[in-house]
């Protein structure tokens, strides 16, 4: 299906800046839309960030004015660029991708990186 692997989480002090990448291989023919989720201990997962087709973007309330996704020419990798980050936005940060695999679309998830921002 998709592999999805995420790089640049870590540790950073508030109004810090993180720039989070995830790479996308597989045997997929498309993938129309990839994002950005996070879950921070004792809370549900949520949305951060979306692109479709890279063109459209959609945040989250809390981010948005802050982060930044973005997603390369070649549409296999997404980038969030988190900028004035602040102590709830710590959470284990996740990679989602819409692909098309042999006729379905199918939803995966990379593993996870951890953002902790904190004095």
């Known amino acids: 299906q998709v592999q999805l692997v995420e790089s640049g989480g870590g540790l950073v002090q508030p109004g810090g800046s993180l720039r989070l990448s995830c790479a996308a291989s597989g045997s997929f023919v498309s993938i129309p839309g990839m994002g950005w989720y996070r879950q921070a201990p004792g809370k549900q997962r949520e949305l951060v960030a979306t692109?479709?087709?890279?063109?459209?973007?959609a945040y989250a309330d809390s981010v948005k004015g802050r982060f930044t996704i973005s997603r390369d020419n070649a549409k296999n990798t997404v980038s969030l660029q988190m900028n004035s980050l602040k102590p709830e936005d710590t959470a284990v940060y996740y990679c989602?991708?819409?692909?098309?695999?042999?006729?379905?679309?199918?939803?995966?998830w990379g593993q996870g990186t951890q953002v902790t921002v904190s004095s």
């Open positions: 989602n991708a819409r692909a098309w695999v042999r006729g379905s679309l199918i939803v995966s």
């Open positions: 692109e479709s087709n890279g063109a459209s973007t």
